[in-house]
């Protein structure tokens, strides 16, 4: 490696910024001011777009998201991307949808970075859990009813419910579940559950398209709901909660 | 209730802040729209410092923060001070450490509100965990490693460990576990994880005082990091996260 790029790979950076639910007023100071000084910003589809308004106008723009249901650039060619303009010295501000840490494929970009010999930071942002809960005006945790919280998955990478999910401490309705990108495969989740103990009449809470102005509840027992998006699936991306700490009242 | 006291309900609210870690730059926009629009904050002593720039110089602040060790006001005492405050035509900014939702009894301050009639909104926050895992750099979820993240408190109402914990679910060390306001309880419930098959080589990272300057990480098995707790009490705040994830490289 010649002495010039070395010295750019040192100015190098990337970024890894949680954007939050979609809401601009979600963002973070944190994560203004890692977008003001990017120079080139790689954002998901998910991550709305109340962020282009911190970016500098000579920043450069690279959509590389995600959004289910569209193909989208494979996650080695995002690292690839990321790198590629970090050791040419850029600030890659790698934009993500609620938290890097939770379900964004973080550990194969940070992975990646550090292999190239990249700094890497991480934003931390709103995850889309709590961001649902304070929408609907309720508590994940409640004393003496849910002491424990979980966050899961529901879609695998092949779009089917994963094989390998712990069933039991799913079907513990005194925790408090939440389930990412679970509407296609929430009815085969529950049926699993039910199966393994979970009443049916466990309540349940589906917020779709969170943070944008088309938001929906809708509220029932998880058999209810799973019978709702048999018959109906959502056009939106669905955060899922379901437990005792949900009951209304 | 007189037509004078009536309006003045109806414009009294309270809204629950998620104050986030406590570095002053992880609060959310929203956050501070609130913080500059109160016109009293109720405050814990865990929510940082940094917030005060951004309140109107007429608001009222009044402490209410728990600190482990420390008496604090009773939860009832505090949603009573709130409602009082609101009854009165008062916006009411409740400002809590991390996420309202994530065991910080908002339950209790929501219901009480309602009773009362008042209007309550959530605005979230960055909790703790993820902010954790932010700091060392580290995802919570891995792409075939760990798909299940978990939140728990290691401390009841009477200081001990939960006596009604899942075991069997937090003994998978296929989930990242992340233990809130554990470190007096950590190493029994080391031993009772590892009576449960938990591995004593499962990964664990301790985070001290997240959002000051004083934070500390310690890395090493759940069962280092237990017999460090056991042998000397960290003084500040702890988030301990331990899982297959958390192993490095």
Do not use: W
């Amino acid at each position: 490696m010649s002495k010039s790029i070395e010295s750019a790979a040192a100015n190098g950076r990337i970024t890894l910024v949680g954007a939050g639910p979609g809401d601009a007023d979600l963002l973070t100071l944190r994560a203004i001011k890692r977008l003001q000084a990017a120079d080139v910003v790689l954002y998901d589809d998910l991550a709305g777009e109340g962020f282009m308004a911190y970016l500098d106008p000579n920043a450069e723009m690279v959509a590389v998201g995600k959004r289910a249901g569209h193909p989208s650039p494979r996650q080695d060619e995002v690292s690839r991307l990321a790198i590629s303009y970090a050791l040419r010295g850029k600030h890659v501000v790698r934009l993500k949808a609620g938290d890097p840490t939770l379900f964004a494929r973080a550990d194969e970009e940070l992975r990646a970075a550090r292999e190239a010999g990249i700094a890497v930071e991480i934003v931390p942002g709103i995850t889309t859990a709590t961001a649902a809960a304070a929408t609907i005006g309720a508590s994940l945790t409640k004393r003496g009813v849910a002491r424990r919280v979980q966050f899961v998955t529901g879609h695998d990478v092949d779009g089917r419910l994963p094989r390998d999910l712990d069933l039991a401490a799913l079907a513990d309705a005194t925790a408090t579940t939440c389930v990412y990108m679970g509407k296609a495969t929430f009815p085969a989740l529950v049926a699993q559950l039910i199966a393994r103990g979970l009443s049916a009449a466990t309540p349940a809470v589906m917020v779709e398209s969170l943070g944008s102005e088309a938001t929906n509840v809708q509220r029932g027992s998880v058999s209810e709901l799973a019978a709702r998006l048999t018959a109906d699936r959502p056009a939106g991306p669905c955060m899922i909660l379901y437990g005792a700490a949900l009951e209304e009242g």
